[in-house]
């Protein structure tokens, strides 16, 4: 690891944790590298983050693999998990055999990409034209070594809440939501300004998310495609955030904690009526819903729309430390993991969307009927969200400007303690103490 790699990683992990709320630990592996590659017995540790759909995988692999046994650890978000993970590297230990990398801090990762294996060397080259072209490119570095298997892409749909949406006089079938919806992200904010004057209640959940997706669909967000920085001076990111704080400032937004929503609760007693809704979102609302005590009747429901146009927020990868002692069984896992047919059980179990062409097929042929979010059939929606999808190129600090940066400002501007101005400002002024 060069010097200047070393420096990232340990500013990263520092900067990271200023946000992190608890860290899971995971305990790397021991033993001959080779193990698990026959019928010796093998340990393998695998790191995941925020709702990854792998319970059942993991029995299932366990059941045709009797010789594996599976130590799963799931960090509660991608941020706690970029913390953990990059902690990890600078120790130099403590790195699980499979860990999940999300794709906000990839390019984070790719400064130390020698820390994870080449997987060329387990074959992943014959499995290339499985994944939409982009995916496959994301996970390769500057030397074409390739150091994950591609999980789930995040194509983007708007959730919404019916009832919600029928309290305040306006549509609520899914058709007549995407009509009402379709077009530019001045127009949703119109939406929004008419719903919250006929109803005193926000349009959504907070600033932060908002300001997320926004951003993921300029052709060049934080960085520019060379690995610059491009935020001061970016019009069109600046005129965005304006759009976004005006409609802040008129009472749109509910200001909830990220991930917490008060427990849940706030997606049930109609504290907000609308959730930008990547893939692998579909199941943290269902999860929020069922722990602030709701369930299907609570009205959610997702909507093939979104304002701006075809967007991608996230996805993942699993990658397999260089520090693991079982590389070939942990690819072996790996590979699994991310074969089409289980990726399409990875989607029914999270709600996330696969990277694999054929799982993406497959969910749109067969339009199954998501029970909890109204019948709809999301991964239908989703695949026809995708369309046009394109991972924007995350520069190395990518997810720090995101969620130090950009975060704390829009909080501020949230909670009405600044306006607009002052919330770039502010905003401005963290990335010039924090990146630089």
């Known amino acids: 690891m060069n010097t200047r790699a070393r420096h990232r990683i340990l500013v990263t992990a520092a900067v990271a944790s200023v946000s992190a709320l608890a860290l899971a630990g995971c305990a790397g592996g021991t033993g001959d590298a080779t193990e698990g590659s026959g019928d010796e017995d093998v340990t393998l540790t695998v790191t995941t983050f925020g709702t990854f759909g792998y319970e059942d995988l993991y029995k299932e692999y366990e059941k ?26 600078a120790a130099g230990s403590g790195l699980s055999d499979i860990v999940a990398i999300e794709e906000g801090w990839l390019g984070a990762i790719m400064d130390v990409s020698d820390t994870f294996a080449d997987l060329r060397d387990y074959g992943i080259e014959d499995r290339k034209a499985d994944w939409v072209d982009w995916k496959y490119g994301q996970a390769t570095d500057a030397e074409g070594r390739v150091i994950g298997y591609g999980t789930d892409i995040g194509p983007s749909g708007i959730c919404y809440n019916g009832a919600a949406f029928e309290a305040a006089g306006l549509p609520s079938d899914r058709e007549s939501v995407a009509e009402l919806l379709n077009g530019d992200w001045e127009n949703y904010f119109k939406v929004g300004a008419d719903y919250t004057a006929k109803t ?9 998310f908002v300001w997320n997706a926004m951003v993921n669909q300029l052709d060049e967000g934080y960085y520019t495609t060379d690995g610059e920085l491009n935020v001061e ?20 937004s ?6 917490d929503w008060n427990g849940g609760k706030s997606f049930v007693d109609g504290t907000f009526a609308t959730f930008v809704c990547p893939g692998w979102m579909l199941g943290v609302v269902q999860g929020q819903v069922e722990a602030g005590g709701g369930d299907a009747s609570t009205g959610w ?7 701006g146009g075809a967007a991608n927020w996230g996805g993942a990868f699993l990658s397999i430390p260089e520090s693991s002692q079982h590389k070939k069984a942990a690819a072996e896992l790996a590979d699994w993991l991310t074969q089409p047919e289980q990726q399409v059980k990875q989607s029914a179990a999270a709600g996330n969307f696969p990277s694999t062409i054929k799982a993406q097929e497959t969910l749109a042929e067969e339009a199954t009927p998501n029970a909890f979010f109204n019948d709809a059939p999301t991964g239908a929606i989703l695949a026809e969200r995708a369309k046009g999808v394109v991972a924007q190129f995350k520069g190395a600090d990518d997810s720090v400007i995101q969620e130090n940066v950009f975060g704390p400002a829009l909080s501020s501007l949230d909670r009405g ?20």
Do not use: C, M
Request: glycine share 12%; no cysteine.
């Open 254 to 259: 509910a200001a909830q904690t990220a991930w």
């Open 233 to 252: 001076d970016n019009a069109e990111l600046k005129e965005r955030f304006e759009l976004l704080g005006a409609a802040t400032e008129g009472g749109q």
């Open 200 to 208: 005193g209640k926000a349009w959504y959940d907070h600033s932060g």
């Open 301 to 307: 429901d997702f909507a093939d729309v979104f304002p």
């Open 64 to 89: 045709e693999h009797p010789n594996v046994t599976i130590e799963a650890t799931n960090i509660d978000t991608g941020g706690n998990a970029r913390t953990d993970a990059f902690t990890k590297i």
């Open 417 to 436: 303690e600044t306006d607009t101005q002052g919330a770039w400002d502010q905003a401005v002024g963290l990335l010039n103490d924090l990146v630089g």
